[in-house]
């Protein structure tokens, strides 16, 4: 294997050192020692000052939203609006009052009082089209004349608005795909991918995974007022996994970690333990597989309730009390007394 943690340094307990100072390996809001990810900064520090569009695709949570921050604030308009939004939220019926707003009475339920949209709204300044590629045919084609001839009509109105605006996209689709399946138009991909900016997911780039999961260590012990820290082992392990769901997964396995291990060392025991918690309704299940229950001749009886002892102990010190372990079970807290003490 390949070793990605060489810029780490260990102390006599062989857990990895947190950095005093994180600026070495941050640009602003993004913490990254990777080649390509400075590659991709670099170019969005070149053009943050013009008002060229930007697409920025890659999977989802590599961290699209950080790199649009990051040209906002670079740029001429970072004293402007910054509108993010994201569009496939926003309801079917409403997109075109959503982006262009409407003139008083112009539908059933409207204000009296008009309303400014999205498009009003981030006048001066960026607007963060998310997730573009969920955008209907019949929205594509608004944005698309607000690009090309810089008006626009609130919905119901006659008076033409002119649009002064930095548009910045993202999507975690393939917008050319989609273009051959006629689900995005053609002349608005070319419009909007002036500036394409990928994002590799974090199974390219394991470098970082070291620097951020001792930048999270220390934002959550910070947030939690604690001085958990990351073993060797933990490390490596997390160089090693695959990272689905990229640095936003790995941010929330470290919260976990902070929040649930009872020691100041989080050890591959606790990462294990972490991985193997299912949340289902609130409740938390938990297997030790490390424990043979048919190593001796018991009853299954016997052996549910030495599971279901460890399940509670476990819960009743992750969370500090019983009335809170009991909450996080669905359970009453006197069921978890009365257990604890048979």
Not at 98 to 112: H, K, M, N, P
Not at 210 to 215: A, G, K, Q
Not at 307 to 328: M, Q
Request: charged letters at 30%; a neutral charge; proline letters at 2%.
């Amino acid at each position: 294997m390949e070793k990605y943690d060489g810029y780490v340094l260990y102390d006599e307990d062989n857990c990895a050192i947190i950095p005093k100072d994180f600026n070495k390996y941050k640009t602003e809001n993004i913490i990254s020692i990777n080649d390509k990810m400075k590659d991709i900064i670099s170019l969005c520090l070149r053009v943050a000052k013009s008002d060229a569009p930007v697409l920025i695709t890659g999977d989802s949570g590599v961290g699209k939203e950080l790199l649009t921050e990051l040209i906002h604030n670079n740029s001429n308009r970072k004293e402007e609006s910054f509108i993010k939004i994201n569009c496939a939220s926003i309801v079917d019926g409403l997109k075109e009052s959503e982006f262009f707003g409407y003139e008083a009475g112009s539908f059933t339920g409207a204000s009296r009082f008009g309303k400014k949209g999205i498009i009003e709204q981030s006048q001066k300044g960026t607007l963060f089209l998310d997730e573009i590629g969920e955008m209907s045919l019949n929205l594509q084609s608004a944005l698309l004349r607000v690009i090309q001839d810089g008006k626009f009509l609130r919905v119901g109105g006659y008076k033409e608005i002119k649009s002064d605006i930095r548009i910045i996209c993202a999507t975690n689709r393939d917008l050319k795909d989609l273009v051959e399946q006629g689900l995005f138009r053609n002349d608005l991909y070319f419009r909007l991918n002036v500036i394409p900016a990928f994002i590799p997911p974090l199974s390219e780039r394991r470098d970082d995974i070291p620097i951020l999961s001792l930048y999270y260590t220390d934002y959550f012990n910070k947030k939690y007022n604690t001085t958990k820290k990351l073993s060797r082992n933990v490390i490596e392990a997390l160089i090693d996994k695959e990272w689905t769901g990229n640095v936003r997964e790995l941010k929330n396995k470290i919260e976990r970690l902070i929040l649930i291990t009872i020691n100041g060392i989080i050890t591959i025991e606790d990462l294990r333990y972490v991985e193997s918690i299912n949340q289902k309704e609130g409740s938390v299940y938990y297997v030790n597989q490390d424990i043979d229950y048919f190593e001796t001749n018991r009853s299954l009886k016997e052996i549910m309730d030495e599971f279901e002892y460890n399940i509670l102990t476990k819960a009743v010190k992750e969370h500090g009390s019983i009335r809170k372990a009991a909450k996080a079970l669905s359970v009453n807290p006197s069921t978890i007394s009365r257990k604890l003490k048979k």
